[in-house]
Antibody, heavy 122, light 108 residues
Framework: QVQVVESGGGLVKPGGSLRLSCTASGFAFGDYYMSWIRQAPGKGLEWVASISSSGNILYDADSLRGRFTVSRDNAKNSVYLQMSSLRAEDTAVYYC???????????????WGQGTLVTVSS | SYVLTQPPSVSVAPGQTASITCGGNNIGSKSLHWYQQKPGQAPVLVVYDDSDRPSGIPDRFSGTNSGDTATLIIRRVEAGDEADYYCQVWDSSRDHHVFGPGTKVTVL
C-alpha cells in the first residue's frame, strides 16, 4: 500500500543539527512532490518545506529559511529534512507527506507518515 | 500572507450534521483541502480540491467552497468522527502551503 515512514527524530541540544529521513513505498516516488509538516505539542499543523518530483524546485516556510533544507534521492525513494541551529521552539512531531497536485496549481498532502518527534532541549 | 480562519470548536449530536467553516479572502478562488486528525494519530485527508473524496473516505464527508468561506460537512455524525479538522490551501502568490488553525469536533 501507499505509505511513507519517517525516521531520525530524537533529543538534540539547542544549536544542534539533525537530519530526518522519509522513505516511501507503494507508489511512483519520482512522480510526486514531497513535503514536511510539523506539529508542536498541543498545537496546529505548520508546513515546513516541499520539494518537486525531480528535486529542482524547493519551497520552504519563510520563518525556517536558512536553517532547514529539504532534499530527495529518487533512487532511494527518500526525502530528507536537514535541520540546523535548532531552537526549543522547533520541538515538534515532524510529518512527511506525499504531495499530489493538479497541474502544479494546487497541492495537498496524502498520505502522511506516522511522524517522528524532535525534542530540542539542553 | 494568506490567512485561514476556523472556529475553535464545534459540537454535534450523533446522527446530526456538523458544518466546519474555513474562512479566507476570496477562498472560493482557491482549491481547498481538509484533514482529520484523531488524538495521537497522523492527519488523514478527507476532502481535496474543495469537494472530492479520497478512496476509503465515507460519503458522509463533503465539502463546498465559495466566496470567502469553505465548509466541510459531516452528515450522520458518529462518535468516531470526533477529531481535529484542518483546512489547507496552496497560496500560489507566495508558493506557500497554509493551514487553518484547526477545529475540534466534539460528538455529544
Amino acid at each position: 500500500q501507499v505509505q511513507v515512514v519517517e525516521s531520525g527524530g530524537g533529543l538534540v541540544k539547542p544549536g544542534g543539527s539533525l537530519r530526518l529521513s522519509c522513505t516511501a513505498s507503494g507508489f511512483a516516488f519520482g512522480d510526486y512532490y514531497m513535503s514536511w509538516i510539523r506539529q508542536a505539542p498541543g498545537k496546529g499543523l505548520e508546513w515546513v518545506a516541499s520539494i518537486s518530483s525531480s528535486g529542482n524546485i524547493l519551497y520552504d516556510a519563510d520563518s525556517l529559511r536558512g536553517r532547514f533544507t529539504v532534499s530527495r534521492d529518487n533512487a532511494k525513494n527518500s526525502v530528507y529534512l536537514q535541520m540546523s541551529s535548532l531552537r526549543a521552539e522547533d520541538t515538534a512531531v515532524y510529518y512527511c507527506a506525499r504531495t499530489p497536485s493538479i497541474a502544479a496549481k494546487t497541492f495537498w498532502f496524502d498520505p502522511w507518515g506516522q511522524g517522528t518527534l524532535v525534542t530540542v532541549s539542553s | 500572507s494568506y490567512v485561514l480562519t476556523q472556529p475553535p470548536s464545534v459540537s454535534v449530536a450523533p446522527g446530526q450534521t456538523a458544518s466546519i467553516t474555513c474562512g479566507g479572502n476570496n477562498i472560493g478562488s482557491k482549491s481547498l483541502h481538509w484533514y482529520q486528525q484523531k488524538p495521537g494519530q497522523a492527519p488523514v485527508l478527507v476532502v481535496y480540491d474543495d469537494s472530492d473524496r479520497p478512496s476509503g473516505i465515507p460519503d458522509r464527508f463533503s465539502g463546498t467552497n465559495s466566496g470567502d468561506t469553505a465548509t466541510l460537512i459531516i452528515r450522520r455524525v458518529e462518535a468516531g468522527d470526533e477529531a481535529d479538522y484542518y483546512c489547507q490551501v496552496w497560496d500560489s502568490s507566495r508558493d506557500h502551503h497554509v493551514f487553518g488553525p484547526g477545529t475540534k469536533v466534539t460528538v455529544l
